[in-house]
C-alpha cells in the first residue's frame, strides 16, 4: 500500500508563500492523478488542486487559482503545491491524495491519504 507524507507547512504572514511537498512510498505514484484537499476548523475537507498522472493538466478550485500551482516530480514520487498571496482564509489542514479516477474534485475518489500539515496565515 503506497503512503503519503506532507510536508511544508508552517505560520506565514498574509501575502507570504510555503511550498508543501507531497512524497510517495512507491514508484507506482507516477501511475496516477494525484491532488491536495483542506480542512478548516469547523468546515469540510474541501478539494484545493490536482494533476494529471503524466503533469500535463491540472484543475484548480476558483478561490486559489492564479495564486496556487500544482506540480509534480515523478522521478522523486513528489507532488508540490506552490502556494502565493496566501490570505488568512488559506489556514487549514492541507492533505494530499491519490486520485482513483484522474482530475475529479470529489474527495471519494482518492484512495490513498497522507496524515496532513498545518498552514496558519495570520493577517
Known amino acids: 500500500q503506497v503512503q503519503l507524507v506532507e510536508s511544508g507547512g508552517g505560520l506565514v504572514q498574509a501575502g507570504g508563500s510555503l511550498r508543501l511537498s507531497c512524497a510517495a512510498s512507491?514508484?507506482?505514484?507516477?501511475?496516477?492523478?494525484m491532488g491536495w484537499f483542506r480542512q478548516a476548523p469547523g468546515k469540510e475537507r474541501e478539494f484545493v488542486a490536482s494533476i494529471t498522472w503524466s503533469g500535463s493538466s491540472t484543475y484548480y478550485t476558483g478561490s486559489v487559482k492564479g495564486r496556487f500551482t500544482i506540480s509534480r516530480d515523478n522521478t522523486k514520487n513528489t507532488v508540490y503545491l506552490q502556494m502565493n498571496s496566501l490570505k488568512p482564509e488559506d489556514t487549514a489542514v492541507y492533505y494530499c491524495?491519490?486520485?482513483?479516477?484522474?482530475?475529479?474534485?470529489?474527495?471519494?475518489?482518492?484512495?490513498?491519504w497522507g496524515q496532513g500539515t498545518q498552514v496558519t496565515v495570520s493577517s
Open positions: 512507491e514508484r507506482t505514484f507516477s501511475s496516477n492523478a
Open positions: 491524495a491519490r486520485s482513483r479516477t484522474g482530475l475529479y474534485p470529489d474527495p471519494w475518489r482518492y484512495d490513498v
